[in-house]
């Protein structure tokens, strides 16, 4: 009989709603019924695509007499950490300041009220390597509540008071500076991977925020080492096995140092920003391998996210079925000799070893292989590649007859933004209409399901059902980011209006108005042991660094000095962790190189916007390299964008007019000299 998930729009939720255990959804209902009955909380944290929440799922909270015991003496709370980001975010800081690492399946005993006193990851159905077994640890932690309750309420007293404590030192509300920003690329120079691409040791997580601000950095001042290491890393990721030669798309992260073996879960966020960050460092340096990435990412996230409400859903599974009913990582992407030759026969499998890498001992378990492109001498034939009825086509199709890993459904509101702006950005880029349709698609079911009449925002929907979790800052700002992006690439000022309306909700809601600080959670929000605040980059842009971006690209395109100031203001904490801690601040150092040259605003005038001569101004300041410019495109006289205010045409003709720092170039009706302007 399925249990209280049975409801609920989160597929991680809904993969448990037939447990034995009598799990409860994250609710006030749900501490109630602890207090009621005198009992600690479960509470199980994790995603969809995560492959130890999997095993442990199957191990234990299927199991009828783990179920039983779990029943009689705790209450269990299951949270999807993509749901509910700030309950994830409040006790994973626990977690690591007690234990001082963290990860997902996430284990903790909570109070009724909710404070944490006891905590862990993963745990075993029989004691392993020095972990007790899950039932061991239940029973533990069931007798300590019995008969050392006042030890309990100390000990999860402290941790609480900690927790408090650890309030952000705001640090500097100055802008970053060019000191600040040398010293944070000298701070990766040397975390950099020479050999490798990358930066730090494994396992090896794709550093698209930071490549994003080596670009930027490199625009704005010319360092040529900044270029390198983004352009190396990129090329090395792209010829490895992190990202998916046949099918396109990236995986969450290396095991290894050499991006040979993944972690096979393919998430939408990941893609997006990697997505986004080919298609600039196409911009940048015209590199073909770049240019195909960045369409083959898209393309993925097209053929393999978009959900039919024209959203695009979180994740594909590392897991899938290995044709013999086991569940296996990543059987749906690795190969043996023996398969290759009989999807392609003898000679052209022989070439596809070659190619790809595939060895005889295998890469990655059992002697299977992840497809691969390491660097050699031999010359290939393209056609027999990549033409039509190629190597790489028929591996796709056999590729595609083997059972599929499965997909999480659920649309997330700030990782919709990110694939929003690249996706956009992308087609206006290399011509493709399809996909900056693809773009407008998922901002117009934001629009639609997401915001409501105050035009907050829900944090996630499925199968066009708004769910029933606010929007956390990340939402706001990154779907901010989208919006604005797609005003520069269409040019709809719909979409900045949209922009704005979030926007000043962050300003309302989720900035202190003495400090400049930001919180991850709204003012009016569910009370939590601790407000989240982190403004540090994790596998997204955080969402005070999101934030600041956006506030900037708004205020460059509107002139508003309140969103101008709280963007300056947040990127004060940058000019304090930056030199420090510069990989885990990428998104905020990519906003500072903004700030720094402008950024610049460039309205666009035609007599239509289909006219030849205006397309090719708008493309012109499209490509152009200059860190955060933000476009407006329009008719004379239009009020779709401030920017096109008093912006007539010149001669009669197109016109682009270019200013930063509340100072303007002479307007240009040369697509050239717009270029040279903007570094294009």
Known sequence: MPNRLAHETSPYLLQHADNPVDWWPWSDEAF???????VPVLLSVGYASCHWCHVMAHESFEDRATADYLNAHFVSVKVDREERPDVDAVYMEAVQAATGQGGWPMTVFLTPDAEPFYFGTYFPPEPRQGMPSFRQLLQGVHQAWAERRDEVAEVAGKIVRDLAGREISYGDARLPGEEQQAQALLGLTREYDPQRGGFGGAPKFPPSMVLEFLLRHHARTGAEGALQMAGDTAERMARGGIYDQLGGGFARY????????????????????LCRVYAHLWRSTGSELARRVALETADFMVRELRTPEGGFASALDADSDDGTGRHVEGAYYVWTPAQLREALGAEDAELAVRYFGVTEEGTFEEGASVLRLPQQDEVFDAGRIAGPGGIRERLLAARGARPAPGRDDKVVAAWNGLAIAALAETGAYFGRADLTE?????ADLLVRVHLDDHARIARTSKDGRVGGNAGVLEDYADVAEGFLALASVTGEGVWLEFAGLLLDHVLARFADAGSGTLYDTASDAERLIRRPQDPTDNAVPSGWTAAAGALLGYAAQTGSEPHRTAAERALGVVRTLGPRVPRFVGWGLAVAEAALDGPREVAVVGPALDDPA?????????????????????TPGSDEFPLLADRPLVGGEPTAYVCRNFTCDAPTTDPARLGAALGG
């Open 32 to 38: 109630a019924e602890a207090r009621e009955r005198d």
């Open 254 to 273: 290396s095991v290894d140092r050499d991006w040979v073996v993944p972690h096979f879960e393919k998430m939408l966020y990941d893609n997006a920003l």
């Open 438 to 442: 693809a773009a407008v698609g998922a």
């Open 614 to 634: 205006t397309t090719a101004l708008h493309r012109t300041a499209l490509l152009g390299t200059a860190p955060g410019t933000v476009i407006a495109l329009g």
